[in-house]
């Protein structure tokens, strides 16, 4: 189903577990798409159906690069004999080895943490970004969201931050920051897009919310006490503003999330546990004022701000005076709420 606004492009699933849309499909077909280059920066390659589409992408002259993250090419713990496969990550390293032998420029990321990242660049003319890691269990049932944008300007910032990936320039090791983010309209609709630690997209996600006047929703998987958002949203709940979240539990009840603090302030709290197929709750994903979307793969915690590489995309400004536009972003931001409300009613229960 989607929502599709111009060229913009907004997706919820697994259909698997009752969500609108099946988000293994969509990759590969953006993927299909490609004629000319694909540049995918993306945390774990381990979905065969994926790993082909690029494989035929390269077969078919599609100039191909990929930067994926190294921890999941080694294995969890040495083995005896090398020489014989198994272990953990193997479907990765039996991915990686069939890009290599199709001569698919494949590297893993340079960053010493975590290498976070979900994005395509196709073409330089179309980018596919969200939450989805490409594994069988990030489009089949963990709970994400993929956005799609076809933008040439939007094409150039992520291919920009792509060759700053696949040449190791991060955080300090960036010699030549990236411009300040501004807004570029597309199909009327205001996108701002956000990498880390670069642009600092805590501190956007929180200067986004100071703005909301109505009520604030969101799901994430990870929420963290280091991440400045839950400060921010224990001080809109003493001006009484709505806020209402859901969260994955394997995260939720750790000693350092912020879910204690943030119920203690009042905020509307549910949690998803596996079962009846889903396997976590992996969205990062905020609505405002039922009409701006924060998107992308950008978990609300210090290290994610700090030291990972991320991404952030704002589909939406609630500052805009322009009736087109916000009458576009109002649609997307609708299907993103009603994708929270499913996953309250169908697969949360209230802290």
Known sequence: MSVKVGKVEFYVGPHDVGAADNLETTIEGFIDGATKRLEIAVQEL???VIAKAIIRAKQRKVTVKVVVEHDYLIA?????????EGGGHEPNRKIHGAMLRAKIDIKPDYNTRIFHQKFIVRDRASVLTGSTNFTPTGVHKNLNHIVIVHDDDIAKIYSREFKEIQQGHFGKLNEG???????????RVPIRVLFAPDHNPEMEIMKQMLKARRRIDFAIFTFAQSSGIDDAMIRLRDLDMPIRGVYDAGQGTRPWAAIPSLRDAGVELYEV???NGVGKLHHKLMVLDEEVVIAGSFNYTGPANAVNDENIIILGDLETTSSAARTAQKKIARYALDEIDRIVEAHAVAV
């Open 76 to 84: 969890t713990r040495a083995r005896s004999n090398p020489w014989v």
């Open 273 to 275: 546990t596996p079962g």
């Open 46 to 48: 381990e979905n065969e």
């Open 177 to 187: 920051r990236d411009p300040k983010p501004k807004d570029t309209a597309v199909s």
